[in-house]
C-alpha cells in the first residue's frame, strides 16, 4: 500500500527539477544570446536612461531586433530593481526574499503529490534561480524581451498614483526575461488553479478506512 505514494512522490520531484532545471537554462541561454552573442547586434555599454527611468544597454532604440511588428522585439536592457522595475537598486533585499522563497518552493513541492504542481512549482524556482543569479553576479537582471512595441493607449487617462500609461502611453512599457514568464505565469496559474478548481472531495474517515465488498469476501475466504 505504501508503494504508490512512494512512486508518487518521487514523479513529483523528478518532474521538478526536470522542469527547473529546463527553465534556468532557458533563462540563462536566452540572456547569454542577447547580451553575449555579436550576432544579436545588441551594444555591451550600459547607461542609464534619465527619459526612460531605467538602466539600458545601447539606448533606447539602436541594438533593438524587430521580430514581430507590433507583437514582439527583443531589446538588451538591465533593471536593478524586481518585476515592472519595481524597487530599484535594492539588490540585497531581493537576494534575501529570493533565498526565502527558495526554501518555501522546497517546503511546498516536498508537500505535493500532483505532477502538475511539481512542475509549476519548478518553473517558479527556475525564475527564482536566473534572477537572482543575475543579482549576484552583475548588480542587476538582464532582459531583453519587448511585448506590444511601439502600441500605445488612446485617449488622456492616467491611473493616478502609479503614473500608468505615463507619458509615452505605451500598453506595455516593461522589458521583461524568460525567468520573468516562469515567475508571473507560474503564480497566476497556480492562483488560477486554487481559485476556479474545486478541492476534491474528502470522504469522511470512516468511509475511507471501509472496507470494500472484495476485502470482505478476501478477508471471508470466499
Not at 511588428?69 to 529570493?98: C, D, I, R, Y
Not at 518555501?104 to 513541492?109: K, N, Q, S, T
Not at 511539481?118 to 536566473?130: E, N, P, S, T
Not at 472531495?201 to 472496507?211: G, I
Request: with cysteine.
Amino acid at each position: 500500500m505504501s508503494a504508490r505514494p512512494l512512486r508518487s512522490a518521487t514523479a513529483a520531484i523528478t518532474l521538478f527539477v526536470f522542469a527547473c532545471a529546463l527553465g534556468l537554462g532557458v533563462d540563462l541561454f536566452t540572456k547569454w544570446l542577447a547580451f553575449s552573442n555579436p550576432s544579436t547586434r545588441l551594444l555591451d555599454e550600459v547607461t542609464f536612461s534619465d527619459s526612460r527611468n531605467r538602466w539600458e544597454v545601447g539606448g533606447s532604440d539602436e541594438g533593438a531586433v524587430h521580430v514581430i511588428p507590433k507583437l514582439l522585439e527583443f531589446h538588451a536592457t538591465v533593471n536593478e530593481g524586481a518585476v515592472f522595475g519595481l524597487g530599484q537598486g535594492k539588490q540585497t533585499m531581493f537576494v534575501v526574499v529570493s533565498i526565502a522563497a527558495i526554501g518555501f518552493l522546497m517546503y511546498l513541492v516536498s508537500k505535493t503529490r500532483s505532477r502538475f504542481e511539481a512542475v509549476l512549482l519548478g518553473c517558479l524556482l527556475a525564475g527564482v534561480l536566473g534572477n537572482m543569479y543575475d543579482r549576484i553576479v552583475y548588480g542587476y537582471v538582464r532582459d531583453m524581451i519587448l511585448g506590444l512595441p511601439g502600441v500605445h493607449w488612446l485617449g488622456t487617462w492616467s491611473i493616478p498614483g502609479v503614473n500608468y500609461p505615463g507619458t509615452d502611453r505605451l500598453v506595455f512599457p516593461y522589458i521583461f526575461n524568460v525567468a520573468d514568464c516562469l515567475l508571473v505565469c507560474g503564480v497566476a496559474i497556480l492562483l488560477a488553479r486554487s481559485f476556479f478548481l474545486p478541492a476534491k472531495d474528502a470522504r469522511p474517515a470512516s468511509a475511507a478506512q471501509s472496507p470494500t465488498q472484495s476485502d470482505v469476501a478476501r478477508a471471508s475466504g470466499t
